[in-house]
Nanobody, 127 residues
């Protein structure tokens, strides 16, 4: 069992930056692929970014070039650095994890592919 706790959300003006953190406990974090999803008001949960156990990353087109996903396996923590934020980035952001291996070459981009979820953190971008 893996427990995930997000932090770092808040209110920021358009063009600003935030860094979200996802602290994991319970198992070896390096054995898990991690993803970030978001759910805006009246919208379905959507994929934002994912990082493999081995460190390779993949992004949704809407955030490519602005957001950076990373992980620190020593600290058992994942991150989402968000730059050049736009009002349409306003959402509750969730981190998620699934069991994986270092050699796993898949990118997991749909919510049902993840087994563990955090409680979410609100990001609000004002215009």
């Amino acid at each position: 069992q893996v427990q995930l706790v997000e932090s770092g959300g808040g209110l920021v003006q358009a063009g600003g930056s935030l860094r979200l953190s996802c602290a994991a406990s319970g198992r070896t974090f390096s054995s898990y692929a991690m993803g970030w999803f978001r759910q805006g008001p009246g919208k379905e949960r959507e994929f934002v970014a994912t990082i493999r156990s081995g460190g390779n990353t993949y992004y949704a087109d809407s955030v490519k070039g602005r957001f950076t996903i990373s992980r620190d396996n020593v600290k058992n923590t994942g991150y989402l650095q968000m730059n050049s934020l736009k009002p349409e980035d306003t959402a509750v952001y969730y981190c998620a994890a699934r069991r994986s291996t270092y050699s796993d070459s898949n990118y997991y981009t749909t919510a049902f592919q993840y087994d563990y979820w955090g409680q979410g953190t609100q990001v609000t971008v004002s215009s």
